[in-house]
């Protein structure tokens, strides 16, 4: 056994939870013990009684109690192996790197972060191969659904991404999707204000699970609702049939810009979740396919993000080049990326 340790919480491991912080130190000492160790008072921050999700800053002294030999040096975990396919793939992905953060034109089909049975292919997973020059991998500090491609922040430091977490928890980070719907929204320019309340799946993992619109009108008294504010504009259109939208969330709901498009009529290209041949769209029936050679992937990509550098404090802007499968059906339907206006919600701000 060795003795009482107290380590100083150094540079880059502030602002986590204890028990993470202590799992991270000394992989064996599970959660179990460290939760034994709070409640006797054998760990202590500042010579403080801690708990498990007390959350540490740098500086911060920190007792350890006597732990067996073997787990008094912090011990490396392996890291996971990727296929040199795969490392290629996320790291042709960057469209902007710095010292602090990194932004990546995520492609269609692959998830945020992982699921059952998905091993390491996922933006996370992957983001091993994204160290690049530092020691520790980037950091997710927002997320985009599976199917849905374009711009993904990460945080190449723990600092970096409180601080990126942050704007974008308070509406500081302006994100601006561009999608494929079916039908022509009118007026041509509007904001979305249904609120969103999850609708239980089918199976034992709640598979199928959705987002439910309810009426502004009605979500204070529905239990479980949030509020949930779009804006939408309508760029080009193809006759009665199709239009190239962007989309502006001004809240960061699950699936809200799928579910708002999908609630007035005109559900995004691709989306069958949302999007169901029962999905009325100015009275025509038809839902989220337009047929012929138009791929039947979903239509929803994060166009551009725009914050401040948590660093630098200058505005910066990310783009991110439309998916293979939007680019072709924009091509079929005659358009091209430079059409769109700069800021298209202009006269909403």
């Not at 691709?270 to 999007?275: A, P, R, S, T």
């Amino acid at each position: 056994m060795s003795g009482v340790q107290k380590i100083r919480v150094p540079e880059g491991e502030g602002d986590q939870r204890l028990d993470r912080w202590l799992k991270r130190r000394f992989p064996t000492f599970t959660q179990g013990r460290i939760e034994k160790a709070c409640r006797k008072g054998e760990v202590r921050v500042e010579g403080a009684r801690a708990k498990p999700a007390t959350r540490i800053e740098v500086g911060q002294e920190i007792r350890i109690p006597p732990l067996p030999a073997q787990e008094t040096q912090p011990t490396a975990p392996p890291r996971p192996r990727l296929s040199d396919a795969d490392v290629r793939m996320i790291q042709d992905a960057v469209i902007y790197r710095d010292a602090h953060i990194i932004a990546l034109n995520k492609p269609p089909g692959l998830p945020t972060q992982g699921g059952s049975g998905q091993g390491n292919r996922h933006v996370d997973g992957l983001a091993e191969a994204l160290r690049f020059e530092l020691d520790e991998k980037p950091r997710l500090v927002h997320r985009l659904d599976k199917d849905t491609s374009g711009v993904l922040l990460m945080a190449r430091s723990r600092e970096v991404a409180k601080a990126l977490t942050e704007a974008i928890r308070h509406r500081e980070a302006r994100k601006i999707y561009w999608a494929l719907v079916a039908g022509v929204p009118t007026p041509y320019l509007g904001e979305i204000r249904y609120g969103l309340v999850k609708a239980g799946g089918h199976g034992r993992g709640g598979e199928g699970e959705k987002m439910r619109c309810v009426h502004p009108a009605d979500v204070a008294a529905t239990e479980g609702a949030k509020r949930a504010h779009s804006l939408y504009a309508t760029l080009y259109r193809v006759a009665s049939r199709a239009a190239w939208v962007a989309l502006e969330p001004v809240t960061g709901r699950t699936h809200q810009l799928r579910a708002h498009m999908a609630e007035i009529g005109h559900p995004i290209i691709g989306d069958g979740k949302y999007g169901g041949s029962r999905q009325e769209n100015l009275g025509d029936g038809w839902g989220a396919q337009l047929g012929g050679i138009i791929s039947k992937k979903l239509h929803l990509h994060a166009r551009s993000l725009t914050v401040l550098h948590p660093v630098t404090r200058q505005s910066i802007t990310f783009d991110a080049p439309l998916p293979a499968h939007m680019a072709a059906s924009w091509d079929t339907l005659g358009w091209s990326e430079d059409l769109a206006a700069d800021d298209p919600f202009a006269e909403l701000h």
